[in-house]
């Protein structure tokens, strides 16, 4: 995975809130969960199931796929669950004798050509991945069916549940798959719209490879991991293995008159070993195993003309709009793309009357390239479903001569790139895995840049020409500038901005990515820690030595609650690579009940809060405690930020530290106040000398004290400012003797009076 590609996009936080309504909790319904979540807005995603997951089979992870979930820090997981599986070959086999007929390299050529690799997992693995990076963003309701939507004002949109509740929402998103309640209103037909059916039936069985692996005409199957197509008269089998190779995947299409679209109806095993039963030993041997399949029915689905309701406030997503027939790979992979592309843009929203325009923007961004994989899909079941004769000849000769050239250049790849030894023989394989520009057409598109590459936003324009009117160093310090001054919880929004500031990849490195690490560190960002449920300080004091003089070398940063270290990404703000950390044992009970007692305060006094404490790693029986609190609240325009740092030096008996506060208002302006405080405590020996859960207890006391002294201080300077230029400013500030009363501000409005300041804060204003 290339790394700038991974860091790529930075996710900003929409100016404007809405509460969105996703309805339908498959692979579609969670990323868009996730995308829009990130993005800033209100999720309530509702499903008519009574228990959420997958179907048993497998799914392949394309490249373009793969990369996503690489971006949204997921890469480590599918290594854990899939990195044995991962195909070397995609390989063609007649159906009846097992002859290879075709081969595509998959392991390490997708990597070098696409930037990222292949993989083949388990839906219910995939599925758990999204659940879970969804889960902070989205209020879940099961059992709830949608049955009628509304778009009349003044009540509309809104969503009558069969349960009578009605839900109302800014937008609501359509990800409820092929049989789409919403996709209803949208074309307003009933049945699905422009479809044909194939005449075909789709079954999945999964085996467990240990039923099978003890036999030798099956074990290549287990030992190699390929992905394996046999392509025959009127139907084909795709199989792999899954899950580490304990279990192996098969798909198989055949002709059949079924009734379900979905992936929830029982199919007859003796049905289908009859309809294999003069193919290849392998495959009958494997349905011979076979304890239970899974059937749906095929459908050609023509494009929908929108995919919009005319209201503006509804729109469709994944097999909603664009249902995928299975021979190209890549159903969950455009429903994923569509999440991403929908989240991008409404990062950018800051009023409600902008989001026809975005879903505009949206339909224009996405509609093309689903339609163009639809046809493609399509054109792959003719292709593997030609029966014996003439056609069936031209296809397989023509697959083994560009096969040829595939293992030839192979050979060649070992002493580095291969040559074009035959031309671009490719563009005419029946073998479309092989098809170098159709593989870049599909692998290499990322729905981030797509977005950025949109140039209808208002202000790319401006931005543009500013761009070519600054010079390198003037745009490096201008952006560096920018990012030091982000006010709290909007970093997203100025990393934004300041890619349009700059756009060369080394500048960004050289410029804006150290500035960054400042930004992190001052301001105590926080992050999810790997393999555990709470979150982490990223400061000074987390930053753990590299023990190498290479200035290269990665750094790692220490998360002393779960005692691992982890490396972390400045920009997409994600840690990854979690490794376990020695503490030094001479001080960590100290520090585990300072620890422990933080934890109690930020119970009492920070609910939403994060704290760390750490051992000094230069200083012997020197302790950091470090807390942070942070508040955004986009619908009434305010952010605000809590951090404190506390030195306990148990070698003088003292406790020394430092208070920060942040508020940003930027409606009908753009101000921002800040406060320093700096405390000094002396420990009195009898804590000294407690044992260390006592000392611990009491020294967050003393902080306690103090830190209820200075707010208020805080009040009583708002109590002395100007009547008439800080009487609104007074009775919002969201700093309370209840430590941060954030809520105080509901329905402040920031008026053009608020120019000057006095006190303790210092402001800025514009």
């Given at each position: 995975?290339?790394?700038?590609?991974?860091?790529?996009?930075?996710?900003?936080?929409?100016?404007?809130?809405?509460?969105?309504?996703?309805?339908?909790?498959?692979?579609?319904?969670?990323?868009?969960?996730?995308?829009?979540?990130?993005?800033?807005?209100?999720?309530?995603?509702?499903?008519?199931?009574?228990?959420?997951?997958?179907?048993?089979?497998?799914?392949?992870?394309?490249?373009?796929?793969?990369?996503?979930?690489?971006?949204?820090?997921?890469?480590?997981?599918?290594?854990?669950?899939?990195?044995?599986?991962?195909?070397?070959?995609?390989?063609?086999?007649?159906?009846?004798?097992?002859?290879?007929?075709?081969?595509?390299?998959?392991?390490?050529?997708?990597?070098?050509?696409?930037?990222?690799?292949?993989?083949?997992?388990?839906?219910?693995?995939?599925?758990?991945?999204?659940?879970?990076k969804a889960s902070p963003y989205m209020d879940l309701r099961m059992e709830s069916k949608v049955v009628s939507l509304h778009f009349e004002?003044?009540?509309?949109?809104?969503?009558?549940?069969?349960?009578?509740?009605?839900?109302?929402?800014?937008?609501?998103?359509?990800?409820?798959?092929?049989?789409?309640?919403?996709?209803?209103?949208?074309?307003?037909?009933?049945?699905?719209?422009?479809?044909?059916?194939?005449?075909?039936?789709?079954?999945?069985?999964?085996?467990?490879?240990?039923?099978?692996?003890?036999?030798?005409?099956?074990?290549?199957?287990?030992?190699?991991?390929?992905?394996?197509?046999?392509?025959?008269?009127?139907?084909?089998?795709?199989?792999?293995?899954?899950?580490?190779?304990?279990?192996?995947?098969?798909?198989?299409?055949?002709?059949?008159?079924?009734?379900s679209y979905s992936w929830t109806a029982e199919g007859n095993l003796e049905e289908i070993r009859d309809g294999f039963h003069e193919w290849?030993?392998?495959?009958?041997?494997?349905?011979?195993?076979?304890?239970?399949?899974?059937?749906?029915?095929?459908?050609?689905?023509?494009?929908?003309?929108?995919?919009?309701?005319?209201?503006?406030?509804?729109?469709?997503?994944?097999?909603?709009?664009?249902?995928?027939?299975?021979?190209?790979?890549?159903?969950?992979?455009?429903?994923?793309?569509?999440?991403?592309?929908?989240?991008?843009?409404?990062?950018?929203?800051?009023?409600?009357?902008?989001?026809?325009?975005?879903?505009?923007?949206?339909?224009?961004?996405?509609?093309?390239?689903?339609?163009?994989?639809?046809?493609?899909?399509?054109?792959?079941?003719?292709?593997?479903?030609?029966?014996?004769?003439?056609?069936?000849?031209?296809?397989?000769?023509?697959?083994?001569?560009?096969?040829?050239?595939?293992?030839?250049?192979?050979?060649?790849?070992?002493?580095?790139?291969?040559?074009?030894?035959?031309?671009?023989?490719?563009?005419?394989?029946?073998?479309?895995?092989?098809?170098?520009?159709?593989?870049?057409?599909?692998?290499?598109?990322?729905?981030?840049?797509?977005?950025?590459?949109?140039?209808?936003?208002?202000?790319?324009?401006?931005?543009?020409?500013?761009?070519?009117?600054?010079?390198?160093?003037?745009?490096?310090?201008?952006?560096?500038?920018?990012?030091?001054?982000?006010?709290?919880?909007?970093?997203?929004?100025?990393?934004?901005?300041?890619?349009?500031?700059?756009?060369?990849?080394?500048?960004?490195?050289?410029?804006?990515?150290?500035?960054?690490?400042?930004?992190?560190?001052?301001?105590?960002?926080?992050?999810?820690?790997?393999?555990?449920?709470?979150?982490?300080?990223?400061?000074?004091?987390?930053?753990?030595?590299?023990?190498?003089?290479?200035?290269?070398?990665?750094?790692?940063?220490?998360?002393?609650?779960?005692?691992?270290?982890?490396?972390?990404?400045?920009?997409?703000?994600?840690?990854?690579?979690?490794?376990?950390?020695?503490?030094?044992?001479d001080f960590e009970t100290f520090r585990v009940a300072l620890e422990k007692a933080s934890l109690n305060y930020l119970l009492a006094h920070?609910?939403?809060?994060?704290?760390?404490?750490?051992?000094?790693?230069?200083?012997?029986?020197?302790?950091?405690?470090?807390?942070?609190?942070?508040?955004?609240?986009?619908?009434?325009?305010?952010?605000?930020?809590?951090?404190?740092?506390?030195?306990?030096?148990?070698?003088?008996?003292?406790?020394?530290?430092?208070?920060?506060?942040?508020?940003?208002?930027?409606?009908?302006?753009?101000?921002?106040?800040?406060?320093?405080?700096?405390?000094?405590?002396?420990?009195?020996?009898?804590?000294?000398?407690?044992?260390?859960?006592?000392?611990?207890?009491?020294?967050?006391?003393?902080?306690?004290?103090?830190?209820?002294?200075?707010?208020?201080?805080?009040?009583?300077?708002?109590?002395?400012?100007?009547?008439?230029?800080?009487?609104?400013?007074?009775?919002?500030?969201?700093?309370?003797?209840?430590?941060?009363?954030?809520?105080?501000?509901?329905?402040?409005?920031?008026?053009?009076?608020?120019?000057?300041?006095?006190?303790?804060?210092?402001?800025?204003?514009?």
């Amino acid at each position: 995975m290339k790394q700038e590609e991974v860091n790529k996009s930075c996710y900003r936080k929409a100016r404007k809130q809405l509460k969105i309504l996703v309805v339908g909790c498959g692979l579609g319904g969670l990323a868009a969960a996730y995308a829009l979540g990130r993005a800033g807005h209100s999720i309530i995603v509702v499903e008519s199931s009574p228990s959420i997951g997958e179907v048993g089979a497998g799914i392949q992870v394309c490249p373009n796929l793969s990369r996503i979930l690489a971006k949204w820090g997921l890469v480590h997981k599918l290594k854990s669950i899939a990195e044995r599986d991962k195909p070397t070959w995609f390989t063609f086999h007649r159906y009846d004798t097992g002859e290879v007929l075709g081969m595509s390299r998959l392991e390490g050529k997708l990597d070098r050509d696409h930037g990222a690799p292949w993989y083949v997992v388990h839906r219910a693995d995939l599925y758990d991945m999204l659940f879970a990076k969804a889960s902070p963003y989205m209020d879940l309701r099961m059992e709830s069916k949608v049955v009628s939507l509304h778009f009349e004002q003044p009540f509309g949109p809104c969503a009558i549940l069969q349960t009578g509740e009605v839900i109302f929402a800014d937008l609501i998103v359509g990800a409820d798959g092929i049989n789409s309640v919403v996709r209803n209103y949208v074309t307003g037909q009933t049945e699905i719209p422009l479809s044909v059916p194939t005449g075909d039936l789709a079954y999945r069985v999964v085996l467990p490879t240990r039923t099978f692996v003890d036999d030798p005409q099956l074990r290549h199957l287990v030992d190699e991991p390929r992905i394996r197509c046999w392509i025959g008269p009127g139907r084909h089998v795709v199989g792999y293995c899954i899950r580490n190779r304990k279990e192996y995947n098969m798909v198989l299409v055949k002709p059949g008159d079924g009734h379900s679209y979905s992936w929830t109806a029982e199919g007859n095993l003796e049905e289908i070993r009859d309809g294999f039963h003069e193919w290849d030993p392998c495959v009958q041997k494997l349905l011979s195993r076979a304890e239970s399949v899974l059937e749906s029915k095929l459908l050609i689905c023509r494009p929908l003309k929108t995919w919009i309701h005319s209201s503006g406030r509804a729109v469709l997503l994944g097999d909603s709009c664009h249902p995928m027939l299975p021979y190209r790979a890549q159903g969950s992979a455009m429903a994923i793309e569509d999440a991403v592309v929908l989240g991008n843009l409404f990062s950018r929203i800051s009023d409600n009357s902008q989001i026809p325009d975005l879903l505009k923007a949206y339909e224009g961004l996405r509609h093309a390239r689903a339609s163009a994989t639809q046809a493609a899909s399509a054109r792959n079941r003719s292709v593997y479903h030609l029966p014996d004769g003439l056609e069936q000849e031209k296809r397989d000769a023509a697959m083994k001569l560009a096969m040829e050239e595939e293992l030839l250049n192979y050979e060649w790849s070992k002493d580095g790139d291969p040559p074009s030894v035959f031309g671009n023989r490719n563009r005419d394989n029946p073998n479309a895995w092989s098809d170098k520009n159709k593989n870049a057409e599909q692998f290499d598109y990322d729905p981030d840049t797509a977005v950025d590459e949109w140039r209808l936003l208002p202000f790319e324009f401006w931005t543009e020409r500013r761009q070519r009117a600054m010079e390198s160093h003037e745009r490096i310090q201008a952006a560096c500038d920018f990012l030091l001054q982000s006010p709290p919880g909007e970093i997203n929004d100025v990393l934004n901005d300041v890619r349009n500031i700059i756009s060369d990849d080394e500048l960004l490195q050289e410029g804006i990515v150290p500035a960054l690490k400042r930004y992190n560190l001052a301001q105590f960002i926080t992050v999810d820690v790997p393999e555990t449920n709470h979150q982490s300080i990223i400061s000074e004091a987390a930053r753990l030595s590299t023990g190498s003089e290479d200035e290269e070398a990665q750094e790692r940063w220490l998360d002393p609650r779960s005692k691992k270290s982890f490396v972390f990404d400045h920009i997409a703000l994600e840690a990854s690579d979690p490794q376990p950390f020695e503490p030094n044992e001479d001080f960590e009970t100290f520090r585990v009940a300072l620890e422990k007692a933080s934890l109690n305060y930020l119970l009492a006094h920070f609910h939403d809060g994060v704290s760390s404490a750490f051992s000094n790693q230069t200083t012997p029986n020197q302790f950091i405690l470090q807390v942070v609190a942070n508040k955004y609240n986009p619908t009434n325009f305010w952010s605000g930020r809590w951090r404190s740092e506390y030195i306990v030096d148990l070698n003088d008996h003292t406790i020394k530290g430092t208070i920060l506060v942040n508020v940003h208002y930027y409606e009908q302006g753009n101000v921002q106040l800040s406060t320093t405080h700096s405390i000094s405590i002396a420990l009195p020996p009898a804590i000294v000398t407690a044992s260390p859960e006592s000392a611990g207890t009491k020294i967050l006391a003393l902080i306690e004290t103090e830190e209820g002294k200075y707010q208020n201080s805080l009040n009583d300077t708002y109590h002395e400012m100007s009547e008439k230029t800080f009487k609104s400013l007074r009775r919002a500030l969201p700093m309370t003797r209840s430590k941060l009363d954030w809520e105080k501000v509901l329905g402040y409005k920031l008026g053009a009076e608020l120019s000057s300041s006095k006190g303790a804060f210092t402001s800025g204003s514009s």
